[in-house]
């Protein structure tokens, strides 16, 4: 089974931006669809975007929509997240997660990156 180790997280300041890493090893990451998730102190943890296997669909939240970007390179065996001006509301530790479709569920997570934006 997959296994998923997020990097890129740091603390930087409102109008930053970052990128998160995903990277996928056991498994060929190419057969699943992958999730980005968040959670922020004391709140439940949200989804925050998505990609297909084949990148041929994309979603994201109303929060991080035109701000997020989320790609995959199957052949680095990776999915990323670009994180373009940030704001202290997206301070949280963000995940990655994978589901092999036709599974709707999330089943592998990584243990995430924290991610700190000072105002």
């Known amino acids: 089974q997959v296994e998923l180790e997020e990097s890129g997280g740091g603390l930087v300041q409102a109008g930053d931006s970052l990128m998160l890493s995903c990277a996928a090893s056991r498994d060929t990451v190419s057969r699943y669809s992958v999730g980005w998730f968040r959670q922020a102190p004391g709140k439940v943890r949200e989804f925050v975007a998505s990609?297909?296997?084949?990148?041929?669909?994309?979603f994201y939240s109303d929060s991080v929509e035109g701000r997020f970007t989320v790609s995959r390179d199957n052949g680095e065996n990776s999915v990323y997240l670009q994180m373009d001006s940030l704001i202290p509301e997206d301070t949280a530790v963000y995940y990655c997660?994978?589901?092999?479709?036709?599974?709707?569920?999330?089943?592998?997570w990584g243990q995430g990156t924290q991610v700190t934006v000072s105002s």
């Open positions: 997660a994978a589901r092999m479709p036709p599974n709707t569920t999330y089943d592998h």
């Open positions: 990609i297909s296997p084949r990148s041929d669909s994309v």
